[in-house]
């Protein structure tokens, strides 16, 4: 299954006495245990009859299955028969907290506007009244002449777009509940609204909207609703988009993309393997040894032009060696380096900017001597955008006069996708308006743009749920339940996927939460890895640390940042990748005073920036450690024949194989297990050629085809056909 991919359950039921018959579709890990499900009753009335069940694949599912149940409460005889499964492609469009999950607000409904003269619209804070996941909206309706209603943030969709809004209702009395899409203009002025009415029917139901977006449209909302005229209660939850513009899975791989085993998006199964986050070794500047392991920056002395040093910014590789830009407390700073490893300032005493950057990118059109600048990078601004800047030499920055700011607030992540030649910003996405409306959570949203001009508009691709809440080890103080938000978000094109640097923001206090106000929050931040074909739909079937944290009193225990680049290099014969990150040794907003009134453990302080480094490829595997485990993939239609595998035995025992399977997943003759070479090697990046036999190619008149991996104690990373 592919994170956001749709599903609907069908099977055909004949109750032939009694009262018993519920569809389930279930959604599982690779672990075996189940994420989510999704049920629908049997209706009332007797001979064959179908029912009908949808559900939207979590991030961390790898199967489904269909469950054919009668209830514990009921007894009675039922016919079953023609099961089908549909799948949908993964939604383009997405609703935030469409799960009511964030508790920012709570027991607002965060990143909902609330209108309830006729009751009260909250989150219900326990599994139980949730569909899915830890919470549910409610919806009361006391008044038979004044409604209730939550309205989603504004979702960008383009004119002619076709689109489905889904969310489950629970009736839990009364006859009120109604499901709106609304189509607005640029002003925010409806244009067309589409409903669907909650039934009589007890238990979750699923209701849905379609509409296609009329002239003028730029946005579309989604409206959860009472009846002027009805009183009750209905519950909410799992609200969700499909879109015309919804692309299906593409089996295509490009010459020599490597696909990494960070995310699913190729996978299809996998049993019997662990998946292991492989932090990497800090490397850093050996005069810098004596500030912490793997820094290569120190800061200059608080309230000077480079204290607090920190690479939210990015490396790049150029002759003799590398530049960084990076952020400091009254700018942008730049340094370079022969090695990667021991920077200069090169006498350099101020700042190149007086803003902070979201990320540095060439210009993929600049030609030496030409008229086009070199480089490009965002800042933000105290007018809720990002503004762009360009570079004939990374030194001296002008604001270009035809470029369109995009709006925001402090953290941007820029980034260029040679796969697809465009630049993309990875996002804090807040309303214009702001301080007048609330700004909700920390989340992460996507734009992209051909020329570093025009940009789309911004759309939600990222946010913690309630597992990250649940993974939080450092204790709320105050009464605090802690929760997760995350602070920014670089992607970057590695080989078949992107890459997510996640930086996860555990918070611990916030001053003031109720108001939606993400402002002197308290607490640690930690950086993990994600994987993502579309910038939208995001994989992160582990969620250890990427970069581990150092323990209280080290540089990197409070709140870390990465760069928007990684560097592959080869070292001493060998491929490595690079990392640059940075970190404050104490929490978010954390000051002495704060310390003291218990608010926080160790106050920020000055920040640092070192690297961490990686054989290459190596930062998630497939481990089969003491037992025998499989791999498979989803259909590939690969451009070229010779598969290499990133495969590192555990031992002497240690081994893999690679067995060939046409897209129904029938071996192909002669590429089986039997006629496999078994790798027993350490075959680092570019990885061991596979053979079957004298065979050292992939066959190439079967069409798509997919790979099983069997592992025998070892780990399995990466894989590549070129």
Same mark, same amino acid.
């Given at each position: ?38 049920? &629908? ?122 689109? $489905? ?72 939850? =799992? ?16 010459? =020599? ?18 998946? +292991?986050?492989?932090?990497?070794? *800090? ?6 040894? /004596?500030?912490?392991? /793997? ?32 952020? $400091? ?6 340094? $370079? ?19 902070? @950057? ?65 630049? +993309?910003?990875?996002? *804090? ?17 996507? &734009? ?73 929050? *308290?607490?640690?931040? *930690? ?58 040794? /104490? ?11 218990? =608010? ?45 595998? @990133?495969?590192?035995?555990? /031992? ?29 090697? =350490? ?13 050292? $190619? ?23 056909? @070129?």
């Amino acid at each position: 299954m592919l994170p956001g991919e749709g599903l609907t359950a069908s099977v055909w039921l004949n109750r032939t006495s009694g009262s018993g018959g519920w569809l389930y579709l279930e959604f599982w890990r690779a672990d075996g245990t189940r994420t989510s499900a999704f049920s &629908s009753p049997a209706g009332g009335m007797s001979g064959w009859q179908q029912v009908s069940i949808q559900g939207v694949t979590p991030d961390d599912a790898v199967t489904a299955t269909v469950l054919a149940y009668s209830s514990f409460a009921d007894t009675a005889t039922t016919v079953w028969d023609d099961v089908e499964l549909v799948s949908r492609a993964p939604g383009q469009r997405r609703v935030p907290d469409a799960g009511f999950e964030e508790p920012r607000e709570n027991p607002k409904p965060t990143e909902w506007s609330v209108y309830a003269p006729g009751g009260s619209a909250t989150v219900a804070n326990t599994a139980a009244a949730a569909r899915t996941g830890v919470r549910a909206l409610q919806m009361v309706d006391t008044s038979s002449s004044a409604e209730v209603s939550a309205l989603s943030r504004a979702v960008p969709v383009s004119v002619g777009e076709t689109v $489905t809004v889904s969310a489950w209702a629970k009736r839990i009395s009364g006859t009120t509940g109604t499901l709106y899409l609304e189509f607005r203009d640029a002003d925010g002025v409806r244009l067309a609204a589409v409903t669907d009415d909650v039934d009589g029917v007890s238990g979750w139901q699923q209701l849905g909207a379609t509409g296609t977006a009329p002239a003028k449209t730029t946005t579309l909302t989604v409206r959860l609703y009472s009846r002027q005229s009805s009183t009750g209660t209905t519950m909410w939850d =799992d609200v969700s988009l499909q879109s015309s513009t919804d692309r299906a899975y593409d089996p295509t791989l490009a010459p =020599d993309a490597v696909v990494l085993a960070v995310g699913d998006q190729r996978i299809e199964s996998y049993s019997g393997v662990s998946r +292991v986050m492989h932090p990497g070794t *800090k490397d850093g500047d050996p005069a810098q040894a /004596g500030v912490g392991a /793997g820094v290569v920056l120190t800061g200059t002395a608080a309230g000077t032009w480079d204290a607090n040093p920190r690479i939210s910014g990015s490396v790049l590789r150029e002759a003799p060696g590398y530049r960084m830009w990076y952020t $400091t407390s009254s700018g942008t700073g730049l340094a $370079t380096s022969v090695d990667g490893r021991v920077w200069s300032r090169d006498g350099r005493t101020t700042t190149v900017t007086a803003n902070g @950057n979201g990320g540095v990118v060439r210009n993929p059109t600049w030609t030496p001597g030409g008229p086009q600048p070199q480089y490009f990078t965002s800042r933000s601004t105290s007018d809720f955008r990002y503004h762009a800047l360009q570079s004939a030499d990374g030194v001296s920055w002008t604001a270009p006069i035809d470029s369109i700011p995009i709006n925001g607030w402090d953290v941007v992540n820029v980034t260029w996708d040679p796969a697809t030649q465009r630049f +993309v910003a990875m996002l *804090k996405y807040y309303p214009v308006s702001y301080p007048s409306t609330p700004t909700g959570p920390r989340t992460v949203w996507v &734009s992209t743009s051909a020329d570093y001009k025009t940009w789309t508009a911004p759309q939600p691709a990222f946010a913690a749920d309630h597992f990250d809440n649940e993974l939080i080890t450092d204790a709320g103080t105050h009464g605090v339940t802690p929760w997760s938000e995350i602070y920014g978000m670089p992607a970057i094109r590695y080989g078949d996927q992107y890459l997510g640097l996640p930086w996860v923001f555990d918070i611990t206090n916030s001053p003031n939460p109720v108001h939606g106000d993400p402002g002197f929050d *308290k607490g640690r931040q *930690k950086i993990q890895l994600a994987a993502s074909r579309d910038l939208v739909n995001w994989s992160r079937p582990n969620r250890d640390e990427l970069v581990a944290r150092g323990p209280e009193g080290s540089w990197d225990w409070g709140f870390n940042l990465t760069s928007t680049t990684m560097q592959t290099v080869t070292v001493g014969g060998q491929q490595q990748t690079w990392l640059y990150y940075s970190s404050f040794s /104490g929490e978010h907003s954390c000051l002495a005073a704060n310390v003291a009134a218990g =608010d926080c453990r160790v106050a920020y302080g000055r920040s640092n920036i070192g690297r961490v480094i990686w054989p290459a490829d190596r930062f998630v595997s497939f481990r089969a450690a003491n037992d025998v485990g499989t791999v498979t993939t989803r259909p590939l239609a690969p451009a070229g024949s010779r598969l290499t595998v @990133n495969f590192e035995p555990g /031992g002497p025992d240690g081994s893999l194989i690679v067995e060939v399977l046409d897209r129904s997943g029938n071996p192909i003759p002669g590429y089986g297990t039997s006629d496999a070479t078994p790798v027993t090697t =350490d075959s680092l990046a570019p990885g061991a050629i596979v053979h079957w036999g004298d065979k050292a $190619t992939l066959p190439t008149d079967v069409g798509p085809l997919r790979l099983r991996f069997t592992v025998t104690n070892g780990d399995l990373y990466a894989f590549t056909v @070129n």
